[in-house]
Structures are given as C-alpha cells and as structure tokens.
C-alpha cells in the first residue's frame, strides 16, 4: 500500500512540475531569459553563492542542538558541526534526485543513525524541518497584515497547521498508551514486524521528549535559528536581484521569499520546479519586476543552490565507505 502511494505521488509530483513547465515554456521567449542571464553582475552572483552557504549555517547548528539535547558529552563528540554539516550537504544532494525533501531527510537520518541511532537521527531531523516550517508560518502570517495578496494563502496554511498539530497530538497520547501497555509475545511474522514498527515510532517519541526538558533559551535560540534561515534565503535573492540593478524591499522581500517556501514545500512538483517559477512571477510581478527578470532570479537561484549541494555527493561517496 505505501509502495502504490509514494508512485501515485511521484506521478502527481512529475505530472505537476511537467505542466507548470510548459506553461513558462509557452509564456516566455527562453532566448530573451538567456539574454538577460549573461547581464547579471558576476560579482553579485558569486556574493548569492556565498550567502547560500552561509545560509545552511543557522540550520546545522539548530540541528545540532537538538541531537545535543539527546546526547551526553561523551556522544556529542561523535555529531561535531562539521559532521553534521556534511550529511546537511548529502540532504542537499539527495533533494536533486528525489521528489521533494523527503529524500534528503531519509539519507540525513542513515547516515547520523549510524552514530546516534534511528530515533534520536529521526526526532532531530523531523524537529529541524518543523521549527523550519513554524518560522516560515509565522512569518507568512506576518505578511498577510501588510500584503494583501498574500491573506488568500491564510486559510490552507491555518488548515494545514491544524490538521498537523492534530496529528502530532495524537501520536503523541499513543506513544505515551504504547509506552505503558505490557508487550506481548507474537506469533506471526506480520505480528513481528507490526510490533517492531510500533516500538521504532515509541523510541522516536521518547528521544523527540527529550527537547522538552530544555529551557526558555534553548527554544528560543531555535527560533531564531529558524528565522534566520529564512532571513539568509532572503539576503540570496536580495542579490540576485541586485546582479541585474533591481532593488526590492526588504520587508517585502522577506515575506515574498517565505510564502513561495511554503508553497514549493505542496506535494505538487519535484523540487518546487514550475511551482517556484510561477510564484515569483506572482509575487514579484505586483512589485514592478518584469516577469523574465522573476524567472531568471528563480532559475538562477534553483541553479546556484543545486551547484552547492554537489558537495554533498562528494560528502556522500565519503561516508559510504565510512566504517562506523
């Protein structure tokens, strides 16, 4: 049954990027895009390039927080910045391949199992990609007070938090019920792997508790983390825009960067391709840019992030033949 739902996703995910594709194939002359390419700054390019790695910093030390909330400092040593920061890498790679970010996440999860275990490697990950979503939600909340065009978007995220906090609620009571219950022995091999499967989500649990006995700093140094990622994805596209004398306000800028975010993250599209473009065209459009300078930011900015993370295939040849 999760084979059949993950192809039928990937066919959404393809069929949506390949429609999305088209349309801009259609509206655009690719050779006028091109054109405008070649004139963007170089140093301004080579700046974004830059503020793109410094950009995943805030995430890997936010990362990093959270296996050091489940480690002791013996363990901490095994998941140093630098380690961490190059399965962020092979994420980053992954994320190339594979529809979405799940992908990465999965390969982020192996290869820091390998020295944390699977439930902490999974609870810090799954905590780093929902304190990333909350900062992007607050913020786009934020934007709806001074961006009109962006309360219509109020509703599905209002309905999308709910439904996943509710979920989180939910797995969180049944966690704490198969935590108590008295195991039973199986007898069927499907019993077996049912009950290893409801004690690997168990252990998740208890490891993502241990974020709760952590005070009002900790969380509040993950806040801001968290925003600061977003305030880096900003700055890249702030000088992306530059490298062709286009100055966009910050604020605007901001709030604009946060909400495409968000909605690239729709199980609609491969990596947000076409859905990206198609947002920035929106967005920026109300702002004055012209439409082939949005799409020509929104490609270059796809292409500087995919040519960075080429360095988590390299990160990833490494660990393979890695002995833990």
Known sequence: METKLDKKGLVIRIGGSTLLILWLVNKFEWNKILEIAKQGSLFYIIAAAIAIQLTVAPSILKWKMLVDSSFNQVDKKGASF???????????????????????????????GRITGIPIATASVGFERITSGAALIAIAIFASFSMESAREFLFPIFLGTGIILLVFLLAGRWIKQE???????????DAIGLQKLKGALVKIGEAASDYRKEGIKWWLWIAILSILFQVGMALINHLLFLSFDISVPWVELLMIITLISVLTMLPISVNGIGVREGCYIFFFHELGVPDEISVTVSLMFFLLVSLSSLAGGFFWMVERGRKV
């Open 82 to 112: 630098n380690k961490l920061g190059r399965l962020y890498y092979i994420g980053l790679f992954f994320n190339n391949f594979l529809p979405g970010s799940v992908g990465g996440d999965v390969a982020r999860v192996y290869f820091l």
């Open 179 to 189: 935590s108590r219950v008295k195991k039973e022995i199986p007898h069927t091999k």
